[in-house]
């Protein structure tokens, strides 16, 4: 089945602690992206990626790194995580060439929560 | 750089009465324009999208949207909802480069709350 997987779903943590939040694909898509969503702000866009070794900034990355290594994985990492980190995130992923007709496909999301 | 507003955060309805969500958007260059919806405690679906052409696009579930160069907007509309189609949807931009192509960076709006009550 063609999907996005991430992993953990849920993750709760404390200030300060590095995490890594995976995520893969298994169709082949160039583009990856990961979003952040919290109510009343829709979803807003992290980071994102165009290749391997080819990454860049959304409209928040403050607080995130990103390393797309491999084209089917796109980890998010938060060096130090802090309480305003709190969100669900998604990861996504879409041809480069197919971005425009088909959107990018969503995993399930990961909610995280910082205390 | 892209931005997309919905106007309305919240649109309550009746079942099998019509209804329209508001979409905005502002870019300096041709965009690709998107509407996506959210069941609860779900991932988002691509309801449809606009690449160029036709103004009127048919999505999936009975949803269409028309898109307005002039006013820039792109909202979204259903002759006769249903129960089912209560849901947060989002309206998204991609700006054009100069291939044609998108460069990846999809931006989302706010979100519209559908609620259709029986």
């Known amino acids: 089945e063609a999907q996005v997987t991430q992993n953990p779903r849920y993750l709760i943590t404390v200030t300060g602690k590095k995490l890594t939040v995976t995520c893969s694909q298994n169709m082949n898509h160039e583009y990856m992206s990961w979003y952040r969503q919290d109510p009343g702000l829709g979803l807003r866009q992290i980071y994102y990626s165009m290749n391997v070794e080819v990454t860049d900034k959304g409209d928040v990355p403050e607080g995130y790194k990103v390393s797309r290594k491999e084209k089917r994985n796109f980890p998010l990492i938060l060096e130090s995580p802090s309480p305003n980190q709190t969100s669900l995130y998604f990861c996504?992923?879409?041809?480069?060439?197919?971005?425009?007709?088909?959107?990018?496909?969503f995993g399930s999301g990961t909610r995280l929560t910082v205390v | 750089a892209q931005s997309v507003t919905q106007l309305d955060s919240q649109v309550p309805v009746f079942e099998e009465a019509p209804v329209e969500l508001r979409c905005n958007y502002s870019?300096?260059?041709?965009?690709?324009l998107f509407w996506y919806v959210q069941y609860p405690n779900q991932g988002l679906q691509l309801l449809l999208k606009y690449l160029s052409g036709s103004t009127l696009v048919k999505g999936i579930n009975g949803f269409e949207a028309e898109f307005n160069k002039s006013q820039t907007s792109f909202h979204l509309r259903k002759p006769s909802v249903h129960i089912s189609d209560t849901a947060e949807y989002f309206c998204?931009?991609?700006?054009?480069?100069?291939?044609?192509?998108?460069?990846?960076?999809?931006?989302f709006g706010q979100g519209t709350i559908l609620t259709v009550h029986p």
């Open positions: 998204a931009v991609s700006d054009q480069n100069a291939g044609g192509t998108s460069y990846g960076k999809l931006t």
């Open positions: 996504a992923s879409s041809l480069g060439q197919g971005l425009k007709y088909y959107g990018y496909t």
């Open positions: 870019s300096s260059v041709s965009v690709y």
